[in-house]
């Protein structure tokens, strides 16, 4: 396989990136921009070498834990689940979760017979561990993708003694998270709907 076909290869391991796409892709970064292509590479080789997950909330940092994670103003009783990074972004932007995160990192596909391996449950459960966290709150979209998480999630802590709440559905129908509003977000987590109170030791 020559340069060329390596890259296009490399270029469709990108969500929803077939061929066609990999190679106009290609033309763009040697053809049009090759200063931007080296500056893709070396950032890319910078993040491979310094990113890895959060010890706490599995996202992606620089050092043992997130910012977040660090922050000693953060209600660490509140835990909000989310999908991925982009997610936390989201909702920081929304101001209207002071608690703490867990990044799954996926999702569960109901189409693939909901494979659970897409996401970080056994590093979810290590987190809660000894934890003082008494709410979840389940950040997950509200797609077909997303309802799978959120009840894969529920029946997880069904017998586990916190209280679980996911966002309202004032969230459009098959929105992702990182795409709706902050205003509209921010709705979302004040009417959370109650899907199991605390129940006791």
Same mark, same amino acid.
Do not use: W
């Given at each position: 396989?020559?340069?060329?076909? &390596? #890259?296009?290869?490399?270029?469709?391991? #990108?969500?929803?990136?077939?061929?066609?796409?990999?190679? *106009?892709?290609?033309?763009? $970064?040697?053809?049009?921009? %090759?200063?931007? @292509?080296?500056? $893709?590479?070396?950032? $890319?080789?910078?993040?491979?070498?310094?990113?890895?997950?959060? &010890?706490?909330?599995?996202?992606?940092?620089?050092? !043992?834990?997130?910012?977040?994670?660090?922050?000693?103003?953060? /209600?660490?009783? %509140? #835990?909000?689940?989310?999908q991925?990074?982009? /997610?936390?972004?989201?909702?920081?932007?929304? %101001?209207?979760?002071?608690?703490l995160?867990? +990044?799954?990192?996926?999702?569960?596909?109901?189409?693939? =017979?909901?494979?659970?391996?897409?996401? @970080? $449950? &056994?590093?979810?459960? @290590?987190?809660?561990?000894?934890?003082?966290?008494? !709410?979840?709150?389940? @950040?997950?979209?509200?797609?077909? =993708?997303? /309802?799978?998480?959120?009840?894969?999630?529920?029946?997880?802590?069904? =017998? &586990?003694?916190?209280?679980?709440s *996911?966002?309202?559905?004032?969230?459009?129908?098959?929105?992702?998270?990182?795409?709706?509003?902050?205003?509209? #977000?921010?709705?979302? +987590?004040? !009417?959370?709907?109650?899907l199991?109170e605390?129940?006791? !030791?």
């Amino acid at each position: 396989m020559n340069a060329y076909s &390596q #890259l296009i290869t490399a270029l469709r391991l #990108l969500p929803n990136v077939g061929v066609k796409t990999a190679q *106009r892709m290609a033309h763009t $970064l040697l053809h049009q921009n %090759r200063a931007g @292509a080296a500056q $893709l590479v070396q950032a $890319l080789d910078n993040a491979l070498k310094n990113i890895h997950n959060c &010890q706490m909330c599995h996202d992606f940092c620089e050092s !043992e834990l997130c910012a977040i994670c660090a922050n000693p103003q953060r /209600d660490p009783s %509140r #835990l909000m689940i989310v999908q991925m990074p982009a /997610d936390v972004a989201a909702m920081e932007a929304a %101001r209207c979760h002071d608690g703490l995160y867990f +990044v799954l990192m996926g999702q569960v596909n109901p189409a693939q =017979e909901m494979d659970l391996s897409s996401i @970080a $449950l &056994q590093q979810l459960v @290590a987190r809660l561990s000894g934890s003082p966290v008494n !709410e979840i709150i389940i @950040a997950t979209a509200h797609t077909a =993708e997303g /309802d799978a998480t959120a009840y894969i999630l529920a029946e997880l802590f069904k =017998e &586990q003694p916190y209280k679980i709440s *996911r966002l309202a559905r004032g969230i459009p129908l098959g929105s992702e998270l990182e795409y709706v509003d902050a205003g509209t #977000l921010a709705q979302a +987590v004040y !009417e959370r709907n109650l899907l199991k109170e605390t129940t006791g !030791e």
